[in-house]
């Protein structure tokens, strides 16, 4: 469900970019959904093993989409839209999986003697529906080089943005200190996803195949 998800969040933004006019994406082939074109062995495999050996909060990520703004048709447009293109799939992919939650548990009553594999694509539902929010709202967090950052640059003074998009020479330190040494700050910004989760499950829980380990 995880590398699914990251994938479906690359390829939106390979996507928008090349509906905004820019097909860098598309010469160098990431306008696909092979996630060969888009997993990063590191944070696409590795830290999300590690973190759940160690029973930490599952989290990981794709390759991100190369992208050329300056052939946006419309600059800021463009480079709005493509940002925010991966968090509108995620959150997407949330309602899906919502949807396809409750499907599953209605085809359970239907078919009881497929309960136990029913029950078994309910749990990774339930993941997808937690994972696709976590990911829509970790990356609207405006900090270099997360989508939000680029929402956020664009309303800052002119002067103030280009020294704000200066961060992202640091890459995910940033984030990465955060999550780290302020663990709390996370939480909080990832509030609304926690909420929503809570929401969500509430409306299908009555369609709940089994109480199995999951994210709550």
């Known amino acids: 469900m995880l590398l699914f998800s990251v994938v479906a969040h690359e390829y939106a933004h390979a996507e928008a970019a090349y509906r905004q006019g820019d097909d860098t994406a598309y010469v160098l082939g990431r306008l696909t959904l092979n996630p060969l074109k888009h997993i990063d062995p590191l944070m696409s ?4 093993f590690i973190l ?11 390759r991100p989409v190369p992208v050329n703004p300056r052939k946006y048709r419309n600059f800021r447009k463009g480079d709005v839209i493509v940002s925010l293109a991966g968090i509108a799939v995620n959150l997407g992919l949330f309602v899906v999986s919502a949807v396809l939650f409750v499907v599953v548990g ?10 136990p594999s029913l029950a078994i694509a ?9 994972l696709n929010l976590v990911l ?10 997360l989508d939000g950052s680029h929402v956020f640059y664009h309303l800052l003074p002119p002067g103030a943005g280009v020294k704000y998009r200066r961060l992202q020479a640091l890459g995910f330190l940033p984030i990465l200190i955060i999550a780290w040494v302020f663990p709390e700050v996370l939480q909080v910004l990832l509030w609304p996803a926690d909420q929503l989760m809570r929401a969500g499950l509430a409306v299908v829980r009555g369609f709940a195949i089994s109480r199995g380990a999951g994210p709550t």
Do not use: D, E, K
Request: aromatic share 14%.
């Open 45 to 48: 495999l590795i830290v999300p």
């Open 52 to 62: 759940w050996r160690m029973g930490a909060p599952v989290f990981g990520a794709a």
């Open 106 to 115: 209605v085809l359970a009553l239907a078919l009881p003697s497929l309960t």
């Open 122 to 130: 309910q749990r990774m539902l339930q993941w997808g529906m937690w």
């Open 136 to 145: 829509a709202f970790f990356n609207l967090i405006p900090i270099p080089p």
